[in-house]
């Protein structure tokens, strides 16, 4: 059974304090892993998909990395309006396209 | 970017009623549908998959004759909380996908609230 482990629950950060956060998971072989960001009451927002071990994205402050077991979504100088919930997401071969989530980390940046 | 509709955004109604949430993709035919839920602080878990014109594929665990499931159209799916309760009160999220295995791309959201 696939499964996502996301660290740590919750982040609080200052406006320009950069930092990571993880994303590890297990899959008996990996199609895909999708990070989205989710503002409170609304639907995911989707943000990369990474296919294999070495690649990496960016998209203005965010920067998302990915091994053979965790991903990283590493966030440089952000700043209030990136505060969020994070998902991370792994779609196995054959899966039909199901993901399967983590529970997100909640993302706080204080101005 | 893909676009996905879905309505109400909110709704609340009294135990034993049944309630309807709809799902379009505006913008692109959506080969495959699925149906999330997602309680306070918790995963999205995924319910069912729905495919045009054929029966929703539910996942285990999910009452399939509660939640009722219609993919009439390429660009349309609605779920049905039939004699919905108070524990079916949850956010529930629509998706869509364009193509085979490609990333989805999620409705709003509904906040289902059973009195």
């Known amino acids: 059974e696939d499964q996502v482990t996301q660290s740590p629950e919750a982040l609080r950060l200052q406006e320009g304090e950069s930092s990571s956060l993880n994303c590890s998971y297990t899959?008996?072989?990996?199609?895909?892993l999708f990070w989205y960001r989710q503002d409170p009451g609304k639907g995911p927002e989707f943000l990369f998909t990474?296919?294999?071990a070495g690649e990496e994205k960016e998209k203005e402050r965010l920067k998302a990395t990915l091994t053979k077991k965790e991903s990283f979504l590493h966030i440089t100088a952000p700043k209030p309006e990136d505060s969020a919930t994070y998902l991370c997401?792994?779609?196995?071969?054959?899966?039909?396209?199901?993901?399967?989530f983590g529970k997100g980390i909640t993302l706080s940046v204080r101005p | 970017g893909a676009v996905v509709s879905q309505h109400p955004s909110r709704v609340i109604c009294k135990s034993g009623t049944s309630v309807k949430i709809e799902c379009r993709s505006l913008?692109?035919?959506?080969?495959?549908m699925f149906w999330y839920r997602q309680f306070p602080k918790q995963s999205l878990m995924l319910m069912a998959t729905?495919?045009?014109?054929?029966?929703?594929?539910?996942e285990q665990g999910v009452e399939k004759d509660k939640f009722l499931i219609n993919h009439a159209s390429l660009t349309l799916s609605t779920l049905t909380v039939t004699s919905a309760h108070p524990e079916d009160s949850s956010f529930y999220i629509c998706?869509?996908?364009?193509?085979?295995?490609?990333?989805?791309?999620f409705g709003s959201g509904t906040q289902l609230s059973v009195l």
């Open positions: 997401a792994v779609q196995s071969t054959g899966a039909n396209s199901k993901l399967t």
């Open positions: 990474l296919y294999s």
């Open positions: 998706s869509a996908t364009r193509a085979y295995n490609e990333k989805l791309f």
């Open positions: 913008d692109f035919q959506a080969t495959t």
């Open positions: 729905s495919n045009e014109g054929s029966k929703a594929t539910y």
């Open positions: 899959v008996s072989g990996l199609r895909g």
